[in-house]
């Protein structure tokens, strides 16, 4: 169940040109029951302008260390922005409005024991949350991660260590020349789940990659996380459908992770 | 403080005079006091139509039962998809949305919500879309009865798809057109709410409140537009939307006014109310009661 | 990046394309094509009426030169001494004014200011507000020839006196009267400013267009109110104000956009523009020069 | 002539409950032309509400040290309200918007000896800049200070040292039990010029009392400081008229600071 509350700032790393690791202070129950995938919507310029709550993606819910202790989100945020540009300048113990956690994450059923994690741009916040709680079950986690130049990759040593990470660069700068998806390939066999957070035309990719797979194996289900603007969060105002097979759905609330084979992508 | 105002004098705690606590404040209104099933809120601030849904999803994140009432989303005739994506834009202490009144249609909504809302101490109000003065009708009359359901809300926001689409809640005579038909179909609280893209909201107000409303409710939202630079294209897939948020307020202010110095039912003030202070605005202009909106997403 | 948007794809600088400086781009822009006196800005951006002075009390402070033209105060036929005070207030994204036309009246205006202006290479356009069609033609027949006048721009957000106060720019045919009759006083180019406290504002651009406007500029300020809830009254001494700032851009860039597709004549754009995205929303809106008010008082 | 500029925050000092004296960092051009009573234009809440700049009186302008440095102005400012909150918890090198110096201020004659200064509220800031003015020119000066209670009254530390200082509180907590209007009488007889920063109240009993004077002196020229809601600050939008005897005058670019007898007082 989400809660509303009010978020203490704890600390912000740069992590990336104009994207920073923002830790922010929250109630216990709220970091216990985060899985990965779900969101926070968090507020908080002065005034009445920017007036919406962005969502953001949480990355790590470390919950209390002891009764009456607070737990941490930590969260991979834009800063360049009109909405979260001012959560770079935040000092210590400013505050701001939060709610969550929110939305339908990531599933990972009992039997799976290899995951293949595809993450394009700031999605990759949510995916090391998944990449974490994977590695603790033992389930064996490869990355593909991409961006268009190495220097808009988030640094490896925030990824998990004992995950296997496989890069892909648009202008080679880094890895594999080319997308992320060129490299499906060699996982279709491997993998018993995928989940990915990525722009949209990644999963078309993924998409027809699955079609064209022609192996032996049963394809792995696949996951995918779904953005749209967003005005409430909890599903009340219609703003973020998108179109499944079984009609609209609300990304804030149904989502933001879908199955891929439910979705009607453009 | 700006010398323009002369400053207010603290004055000391009156020693003796009996300290009330807040609960024992009897903040009840009453939303129609002409109609013998009369519609009576604990307090005057109701959540606003489209922004809490049918009430339920809020139900576990906020304490609904202190709300005055709910408004529910815009309930049409049949099922309707609703506008293409993207659905909504941020603006300047404001927002755009263009939903397009998705919803399952109210045959479905009566179905569904109906058992939850009798259960609630919070008294529902139902709002309602039409393409036609039929349609308003008829479902009016599919609600008389209901349970859970405490009052009507018309959005005549919307276009006669019968009058070449022309706006119910532009023209005096198709307001009060519709508002009759509603009156004649239902014994339940009919609130009309106005649209403020007119040139005479005060016109529009008369004729409604002579053709039967219980209440008036305004404002809806102002028709607006965004435009995304880079994509050289307006931002939301319908082009334009309704503008909403504290951006309006003294829109919204300003018309409460006029039309509270010109009718006898009461109005429920809203647009870009997000604080106490926005609220006594509005009941200062004249509002016997509050809605909040937009400001439901902002805190 | 929402991923409602395709990336857009870095395209590498392009090898061998001329590297353009800023200022050898051409952008001026004639705003009066069909009259031969012309109105040729030099850019597209102008000062808007009742936010620039008459130009010489910004002179010191920013670079006038650089703008695309300058809207005078609105200049009445005789001299006004405005409304009460307080005329501002703050609301939020916006302010509301209502200044009441405070003015020395045309004699006075004309008098002092046009031997200043017609030394300044920025163009000056009067912006005319009166109470009646006569005293609108009559003071385009006495700019008709003063110097260093570039334009007039007819403010018909005004109640016209002799029409038990309907205002001017809130029915078609006041509104193409009045252009009309300060068409035949002046060849001097002629912009019609629309208000947008109207239910429809296309039939109004058109009436106006065909009347023979040159061009239109949209919008003036939206009707309001604050009230100060300390004081319980009202916060302008006017009660009402008109509402101006970002806060407005969405209603300011639907109007420009549905006008835009209706007519043929030139389009300023204006209403809450307070940086270079929001001129380009208006002029991918449809609009041909842009007015910048509040915004002149934000940086 | 008035500036446009980005001034560099420097420092703030809590002086009082909710009034704060926030030092920036101004062009020397700017603090070389202020005189006393004229006021900054100032902005910058983060997004676009609130929207208007904010008129603060200047309380000190100190000049460039040495060529190519910077000037220095000192502001004291209510940090309770929406407009100017954020200036407590501005940082060392965050930057603001700012307009000014703007308005007509105070003016003490050539043969001006003794001067008296009457402050009620934030006004003491104007009236300490020019009590300096004053006392560098070997100007005799006494202020009458003013405030509902003691804890209300900027710290006598904040005062010039020469000057001689005479309180009263409305609930008698420090000084004279009354109003700063009381004590006048004493000084009819002694002052050559008045400056007057306070509400419009405190200006009709200034008034009043000057119509008592039944001495045999000429009586001194009184200035006052008038405030109103400001839009420009430049005399553009008409929002700040004053009523005065020769028709209606701006605050922000006639005034602040006006001949009492030319004001026509409600
Ligand atoms: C379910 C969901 C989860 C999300 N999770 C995250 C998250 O974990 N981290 C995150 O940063 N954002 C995330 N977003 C996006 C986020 O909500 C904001 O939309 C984004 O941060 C920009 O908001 P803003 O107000 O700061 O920028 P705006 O002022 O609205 O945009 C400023 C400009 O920056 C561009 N821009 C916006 N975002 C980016 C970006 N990430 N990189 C480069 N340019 C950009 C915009 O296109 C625009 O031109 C998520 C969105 C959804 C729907
Ligand atoms: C010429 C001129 C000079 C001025 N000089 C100064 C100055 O030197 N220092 C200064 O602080 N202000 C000064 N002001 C007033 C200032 O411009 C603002 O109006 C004031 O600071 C409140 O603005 P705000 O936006 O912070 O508060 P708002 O959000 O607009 O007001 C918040 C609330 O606080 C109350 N309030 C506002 N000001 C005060 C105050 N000073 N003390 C207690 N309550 C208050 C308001 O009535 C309101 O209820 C001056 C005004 C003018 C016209
Ligand atoms: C997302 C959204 C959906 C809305 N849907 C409806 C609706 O279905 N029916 C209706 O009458 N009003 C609808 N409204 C209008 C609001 O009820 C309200 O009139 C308007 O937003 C102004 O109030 P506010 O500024 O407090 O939001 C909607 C508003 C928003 C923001
Ligand atoms: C203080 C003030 C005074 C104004 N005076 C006039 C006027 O005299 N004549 C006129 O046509 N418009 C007047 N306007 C309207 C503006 O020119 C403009 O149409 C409106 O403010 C919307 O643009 P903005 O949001 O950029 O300010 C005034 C606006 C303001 C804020
Ligand atoms: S953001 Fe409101 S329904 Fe998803
Ligand atoms: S504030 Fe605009 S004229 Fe004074």
Same mark, same amino acid.
């Given at each position: 169940m989400p809660q509303q509350f009010t978020a203490r700032f704890l600390d912000a790393e740069e992590a990336l040109p104009a994207n920073a690791i923002v830790r922010l202070a929250a109630p216990a129950a709220v970091a216990a029951v985060v899985t990965p995938g779900q969101f926070v919507m968090l507020g908080g310029g002065q005034g009445l302008d920017p007036l919406l709550l962005r969502p953001y993606g949480i990355m790590r819910a470390t919950?209390?260390?002891?009764?009456?202790?607070?737990?941490?989100?930590?969260?991979?945020?834009?800063?360049?922005?009109?909405?979260?540009?001012?959560?770079?300048?935040?000092?210590?113990?400013?505050?701001?409005?939060?709610?969550?956690?929110?939305?339908?994450?990531?599933?990972?059923?009992?039997?799976?024991?290899?995951?293949?994690?595809?993450?394009?741009?700031?999605?990759?916040?949510?995916?090391?949350?998944?990449?974490?709680?994977?590695l603790a079950r033992d389930i064996a986690v490869t990355m593909l991660v991409g961006a268009p130049t190495a220097a808009a990759l988030l640094p490896l040593t925030y990824l998990p260590?004992?995950?296997?990470?496989?890069?892909?660069?648009?202008?080679?700068?880094?890895?594999?020349?080319?997308?992320?998806?060129?490299?499906?390939?060699?996982?279709?066999?491997?993998?018993d789940?995928?989940?990915?957070?990525?722009?949209?035309?990644? =999963?078309?990719?993924?998409?027809?990659?699955?079609?064209? =797979?022609?192996?032996?194996?049963?394809?792995?289900?696949?996951?995918?996380a779904m953005e749209r603007s967003m005005a409430c969060g909890v599903g009340v105002c219609l703003g973020c459908v998108v179109e499944t097979t079984a009609g609209l759905k609300t990304v804030c609330r149904d989502g933001p992770v879908f199955p891929l084979d439910r979705l009607v992508l453009a | 403080m700006s010398q323009t105002t002369a400053p207010t004098p603290q004055s000391?705690?009156?020693?003796?005079?009996?300290?009330?606590?807040?609960?024992?404040?009897?903040?009840?209104?009453?939303?129609?006091?002409?109609?013998?099933?009369?519609?009576?809120?604990?307090?005057?601030?109701?959540?606003?139509?489209?922004?809490?849904?049918?009430?339920?999803?809020?139900?576990?994140?906020?304490?609904?039962?202190?709300?005055?009432?709910?408004?529910?989303?815009?309930?049409?005739?049949?099922?309707?998809?609703?506008?293409?994506?993207?659905?909504?834009?941020?603006?300047?202490?404001?927002?755009?949305?263009?939903?397009?009144?998705?919803?399952?249609?109210?045959?479905?909504?009566?179905?569904?919500?109906?058992?939850?809302?009798?259960?609630?101490?919070?008294?529902?109000?139902?709002?309602?879309?039409?393409?036609?003065?039929?349609?308003?009708?008829?479902?009016?009359?599919?609600?008389?009865?209901?349970?859970?359901?405490?009052?009507?809300?018309l959005n005549v926001s919307c276009p006669n798809v019968a009058a070449g689409g022309m706006f119910f809640g532009c023209d005096p005579g198709l307001a009060a057109e519709v508002t009759a038909a509603v009156r004649a179909a239902t014994t339940l609280p009919v609130i009309v709410k106005l649209t403020p893209n007119v040139t005479d909201i005060v016109t529009i107000a008369r004729a409604v409140a002579d053709a039967g409303a219980d209440a008036l409710s305004l404002i809806n939202t102002l028709l607006g537009m965004a435009i995304d630079v880079r994509r050289r294209r307006p931002v939301l897939g319908n082009l334009t939307g309704g503008l909403s948020?504290?951006?309006?307020?003294?829109?919204?202010?300003?018309?409460?006014?006029?039309?509270?110095?010109?009718?006898?039912?009461?109005?429920?003030?809203?647009?870009?109310?997000?604080?106490?202070?926005?609220?006594?605005?509005?009941?200062?202009?004249?509002?016997?009661?509050?809605?909040?909106?937009?400001?439901?997403?902002?805190?």
């Open positions: 919950r209390a260390t002891h009764a009456g202790a607070e737990g941490v989100l930590e969260l991979l945020v834009f800063t360049g922005g009109r909405g979260a540009g001012w959560l770079a300048h935040a000092r210590e113990g400013d505050t701001f409005p939060v709610v969550g956690p929110l939305g339908t994450g990531y599933e990972l059923g009992e039997r799976v024991r290899r995951v293949l994690l595809i993450a394009v741009g700031h999605g990759i916040g949510a995916l090391v949350a998944l990449a974490e709680a994977a260590e004992d995950a296997e990470v496989i890069v892909a660069t648009s202008d080679g700068s880094r890895g594999h020349h080319g997308s992320v998806t060129d490299l499906l390939d060699g996982y279709l066999d491997w993998a789940a995928i989940c990915a957070y990525a722009p949209e035309p990644v =999963y078309v990719a993924l998409r027809e990659a699955l079609h064209r =797979y022609r192996g032996a194996r049963t394809l792995p289900p696949v996951q995918v | 000391p705690p009156a020693s003796g005079s009996p300290v009330r606590s807040p609960q024992s404040i009897d903040l009840s209104v009453d939303l129609a006091p002409h109609n013998p099933r009369e519609l009576v809120l604990r307090n005057p601030v109701l959540a606003a139509s489209g922004t809490f849904g049918y009430g339920v999803e809020y139900a576990g994140l906020i304490d609904i039962q202190a709300l005055g009432a709910i408004v529910s989303k815009g309930v049409t005739r049949r099922q309707r998809r609703g506008a293409p994506m993207p659905r909504i834009a941020e603006t300047p202490a404001g927002m755009l949305n263009a939903i397009g009144l998705q919803n399952p249609g109210i045959r479905a909504v009566l179905d569904k919500y109906p058992p939850i809302w009798s259960r609630w101490d919070v008294p529902v109000i139902v709002n309602l879309a039409g393409d036609t003065v039929g349609e308003f009708a008829e479902m009016a009359a599919m609600l008389d009865e209901a349970t859970g359901v405490a009052g009507i809300e948020g504290p951006a309006v307020k003294p829109v919204a202010v300003r018309m409460v006014y006029q039309v509270a110095a010109a009718v006898d039912v009461p109005i429920i003030g809203l647009g870009g109310i997000a604080s106490l202070n926005d609220a006594l605005e509005f009941f200062l202009a004249g509002a016997s009661a509050v809605q909040v909106g937009t400001a439901t997403f902002a805190d």
